[in-house]
């Protein structure tokens, strides 16, 4: 195998341990360094990789060692193998609050992908305008589990909590105006929803909803 010794120690056993492959945090490392890692995990494709927070040079990188790789730009994510696995257990539904927001959404819904989870995608449906969340109920109620990704706000989330049996993976993002702190404020708002159900990440953290949501929704034993 790639020694990549001197700044990586890949988890490969994590998916037969906890049933969840272990995903690589790109920002922060050097190209060199995730092609180090994509040829490490290139030896094992019987394990699915996730990419995420990858920026241009970091995708050069990795198309150069796994060109086949399944590359998605907006969402800064790439996976190997690139075919996403046959869907099982329950529906997830991620929502975007705006466009703006569609980043941190798009990473949710391939994470979810990725991990075997039947997943749809809800853009532009922000409180601003709450006829157009209204029209998809019957997709949220349909879902076992909701991403609702939102920032300026943040109040999307305990909306959908008030509409839905199924609970509520909060992400707030780091979209909005100055008093918004960079998702602080939407995360504070998350974080305090009066709404039961609802689950809050880290800002800007759509791997982490779409995981979670995933695991959610797993088939029943």
């Known amino acids: 195998m790639t020694d990549i010794s001197a700044y990586a120690d890949l988890d490969l056993d994590r998916a037969r341990r906890r049933g969840y492959p272990e995903a690589v945090y790109c920002a922060g490392k050097t190209p060199e360094q995730v092609a180090g890692i994509a040829a490490a995990v290139r030896e094992r494709p019987?394990?699915?990789?996730?990419?995420?927070?990858?920026?241009?040079?970091?995708?050069?990188?990795i198309l150069g060692v796994l060109p086949d790789a399944g590359h998605d730009p907006?969402?800064?994510?790439?996976?190997?193998?690139?075919?996403?696995?046959?869907?099982?257990?329950?529906?997830?539904?991620?929502?975007?609050?705006?466009?703006?927001d569609l980043p941190v959404a798009r990473e949710a819904l391939l994470t979810a992908r990725y991990l075997g989870r039947p997943a749809d995608l809800v853009v532009d449906v922000g409180v601003a305008g709450l006829h157009r969340v209204l029209s998809h109920l019957g997709l949220l109620r349909r879902a076992r589990a909701v991403v609702v990704v939102a920032g300026m706000d943040?109040?999307?989330?305990?909306?959908?909590?008030?509409l839905i049996s199924a609970p509520v993976?909060?992400?707030?993002?780091?979209?909005?105006?100055?008093?918004?702190?960079?998702?602080l404020a939407a995360l504070l708002t998350m974080l305090n929803a009066c709404a039961p159900g609802v689950?809050?990440?880290n800002i800007d953290n759509g791997y982490?909803?779409?995981?979670?949501?995933?695991?959610?929704?797993?088939?029943?034993?």
């Open 46 to 61: 019987d394990v699915v990789t996730l990419f995420t927070r990858a920026g241009p040079a970091h995708a050069a990188a």
């Open 169 to 183: 993976v909060a992400v707030p993002t780091s979209v909005g105006y100055g008093a918004a702190f960079e998702g």
């Open 208 to 221: 982490g909803a779409g995981h979670l949501a995933a695991q959610i929704a797993a088939p029943w034993e």
């Open 199 to 201: 689950a809050v990440v």
């Open 74 to 100: 907006s969402a800064g994510l790439l996976a190997w193998p690139p075919a996403v696995p046959v869907p099982s257990g329950g529906p997830v539904a991620i929502l975007a609050a705006g466009t703006s």
């Open 154 to 162: 943040g109040a999307l989330p305990g909306v959908v909590a008030g």
